[in-house]
């Protein structure tokens, strides 16, 4: 049919003039046992290597077996190495006692590096927000840099799960939910573990959804940290409707921190019960010679006092 691509692809040279067998050998070739004292860790890796029972139990395992599946790393112009794939490898042979890697090595260049070490990090059962975040980011710089899309809309060249690509990873990995995800670099440190511990859940601590979050991220540093502020405050997070309110005012030039304390003030179901003391008011009260760090004594005490006084006014009362 006139106008239609052909299916047809040529074979490469290699593939016609090697065999399966040389073409094993050639990548066994690769995979050699390195010094681990030569090998570098990937500059600015997103992936946090967690020193938990996984580890642990990973660190049993290469004692006993070695490492099964070769690190990937990249031979540097110095002669050293850099890891792109099996960062925790690495750790695991440290604490098994060993002094060398077993490792693949690639002949890429730095953004193909930082492709591939992302993409290898897909599978991982739990990935935190801020470690997509800063993936993704590092992942679609380089793209930029080789001139190729970075919209990703499409997960065929994310991510194949046996060779077929999965409904929810299509939707994992379409444009928006990754353009969601880079803009969580743009938070301040205090809120981006906030994101985090919604994964985490550790017992008791604040949480913020992805949403909110993302709304948060389009503050300057100084907005974010009123609000921060006002967390600590307040001892909980904002809604999603708070932050696009906020969002929509500093964009208007309005986001004071009188607005923000405003609109983290409203009564909200997630917000725990909480005395909040103001600083710029509390301070006025308090003698500018006693120490910060006595601050809550001397209120304390002062507390006591007056209570004292109430007290004794009473019982005067009723004589």
Do not use: W
């Not at 379409?174 to 573990?193: A, C, I, Q």
């Amino acid at each position: 049919m006139a106008g239609r691509k052909s299916d047809f692809t040529l074979p490469k040279f290699d593939d016609i003039f090697s065999t399966q067998e040389m073409r094993d050998d050639e990548k066994l070739a690769k995979i050699r046992d390195i010094p681990i004292e030569l090998i570098d860790d990937f500059p600015e890796h997103p992936y946090r290597v967690q020193y938990d029972e996984d580890m642990m139990q990973l660190a049993e395992s290469i004692k006993e077996r070695g490492v099964i599946t070769p690190a990937t790393v990249r031979q540097k112009e110095d002669g050293r190495y850099e890891l792109i794939s099996g960062h925790r490898r690495k750790r695991a042979s440290e604490l098994a006692g060993f002094e060398t890697l077993r490792c693949e090595v690639v002949d890429l260049t730095r953004d193909e590096a930082i492709i591939l070490m992302v993409e290898s990090n897909y599978q991982r059962t739990q990935q935190l927000p801020s470690e997509r975040a800063f993936a993704y980011k590092m992942r679609l710089d380089a793209l930029a840099r080789q001139g190729k899309r970075t919209d990703l809309t499409c997960a065929t060249e994310l991510h194949k799960s046996d060779g077929k690509k999965s409904r929810d990873t299509v939707a994992d990995k379409s444009g928006e939910t990754v353009r969601r995800y880079v803009r969580l670099t743009y938070l301040v440190p205090e809120l981006l573990d906030l994101v985090d511990n919604s994964v985490i859940k550790e017992k008791d601590s604040l949480q913020m959804a992805l949403k909110p979050a993302v709304e948060l991220s389009y503050l300057n540093e100084d907005c974010q940290r009123d609000v921060v502020e006002e967390i600590d405050l307040n001892d909980c997070t904002p809604s999603h409707d708070q932050t696009i309110r906020m969002r929509r005012m500093f964009e208007q030039g309005k986001l004071t921190p009188e607005a923000i304390q405003a609109i983290m003030s409203e009564q909200k179901p997630n917000q725990r019960e909480k005395i909040v003391l103001r600083d710029e008011r509390v301070r006025k009260l308090i003698p500018k010679n006693v120490p910060l760090s006595q601050t809550e004594d001397f209120i304390c005490k002062a507390l006591e006092h007056y209570n004292n006084f109430l007290r004794k006014r009473a019982e005067r009362d009723t004589r």
